[in-house]
């Protein structure tokens, strides 16, 4: 990273003094060659080469800031932490539907995938073709994506003097996003993990499946209804001058107490 201050351009130049520079043209630049430009009332700055502005040429790079180079350090930062895991992958700069060079960068592995999102140029597609979204911090997810995919990760960059550090963080439904070095993270058959999702899989299998047992509940008739019954039962009973039935009959429930009434027939 080119020094801002002139004291320290100084020493820059003198340990680069054989090396030279160009217009990254994975930063959308224009990959002319690049000058360094030393001030004392403001910033040092890479500027093209006068040759090239000269000759009327115009650079298409808009972005100066450092976050513009991002992916070059997300690029870099992955690359190595798989190497240490004894991962393999393939990086591109992809550009859907025309989006800026930078937005999207795609890790392919042998089979699976990850597709980090930068900024919110290009809409996150889940469930296709292996391939996870990791989002930046500024791209929105809706809660029933969360709900349904269990957690989702994100990904934000940290200065660290010249340094950009990359950490990843993975967001549940109803549960902050929990953030970690790309250290302790790992590549699994479920894709991309985190110590948060080591929990959240835990939680979730563990929680009791209720289960539901539903009686088959019998209709009884109404008080009246029974009453009713019973007095036709009865009467019935008399005429026939039957001292079972009217004994049977006779057993009648009130208020969740049972009364008994002995009733002669008349011979």
């Not at 795609?106 to 469930?127: C, K, M, T, Y």
């Not at 709900?147 to 963080?169: M, P």
């Not at 109404?222 to 009453?227: D, F, G, L, Y």
Request: aromatic share 6%; hydrophobic share 40%.
């Amino acid at each position: 990273m080119l020094p801002l201050e002139a004291i320290e351009l100084d020493a820059f130049r003198q340990r680069h003094e054989h090396d030279t520079f160009w217009c990254g043209l994975l930063l959308g630049g224009c990959g002319v060659q690049l000058t360094t430009k030393l001030y004392t009332d403001r910033v040092c700055h890479f500027a093209h080469h006068p040759g090239s502005e000269a000759a009327g040429h115009e650079c298409g790079r808009r972005a100066r800031g450092v976050t513009s180079a991002d992916h070059l350090y997300v690029k870099s930062a992955t690359a190595s932490w798989l190497r240490d895991c004894g991962e393999q992958a393939d990086f591109q700069f992809t550009r859907p539907h025309g989006a800026a060079i930078g937005s999207v960068l795609d890790i392919r592995f042998q089979s699976r995938g990850l597709r980090v999102h930068l900024d919110r140029e290009v809409e996150p597609v889940w469930d296709e073709g292996g391939v996870e979204p990791v989002l930046g911090v500024s791209v929105p997810v809706d809660d029933a994506t969360l709900v349904r995919r269990w957690y989702v990760h994100r990904i934000r960059l940290d200065s660290e003097g010249t340094h950009r550090r990359v950490r990843i963080g993975t967001e549940a439904f109803a549960r902050g996003v929990e953030w970690f070095a790309l250290e302790e993270c790992e590549m699994t058959e479920r894709g991309l993990s985190t110590p948060a999702v080591k929990q959240i899989i835990s939680s979730r299998r563990a929680r009791p499946t209720p289960s539901w047992t539903v009686a088959k509940s019998r209709k009884e008739p109404n008080a009246s209804v029974r009453a009713v019954g019973l007095l036709r039962r009865l009467a019935d009973a008399r005429k026939v001058k039957s001292v079972v039935v009217v004994a049977r009959v006779g057993l009648i429930r009130f208020d969740g107490h049972r009364r008994s009434g002995a009733l002669a027939s008349e011979g």
